[in-house]
Nanobody
Framework: VQLQASGGGLVQAGGSLRLSCAAS????????MGWFRQAPGKEREFVAAMRWSNTNTIYADAVKGRFAVSKNSGENTAYLQLNSVKPEDTAVYYCAASIQFTREPNEYFIWGQGTLVTVSS
């Protein structure tokens, strides 16, 4: 399975954006789809994750209540909805797959190429 992230772009502070993560093959029910981001000069950080089987989710404190993950099983696509964005949300956003319901990037073994989100103030 390969992952392709898309949907990034320029958005004003307070606005919304939806990122997509399309899988080239079937996403197994045992998978966990995660979202991470990396801002310039900073380490990659966890954003959110969702169990594919039951849509249980976990979020980083920095995005809780503003971002939401969802999926379309039929299209093997995961989504990250970004609402009320802030300049500090500016980063390259990555989707990834794991079999662990975890915030640890080292546990994710399939990574998409990233999509840039820029939030203007």
């Amino acid at each position: 399975v390969q992952l392709q992230a898309s949907g990034g772009g320029l958005v004003q502070a307070g606005g919304s954006l939806r990122l997509s993560c399309a899988a080239s093959g079937r996403i197994y029910s045992s998978y966990v789809m995660g979202w991470f981001r990396q801002a310039p000069g900073k380490e990659r950080e966890f954003v959110a994750a969702m169990r594919w089987s039951n849509t249980n989710t976990i979020y980083a404190d920095a995005v809780k209540g503003r971002f939401a993950v969802s999926k379309n099983s039929g299209e093997n696509t995961a989504y990250l909805q970004l609402n009320s964005v802030k300049p500090e949300d500016t980063a390259v956003y990555y989707c990834a797959a794991s079999i662990q319901f975890t915030r640890e990037p080292n546990e994710y073994f399939i990574w998409g190429q990233g999509t840039l989100v820029t939030v203007s103030s």
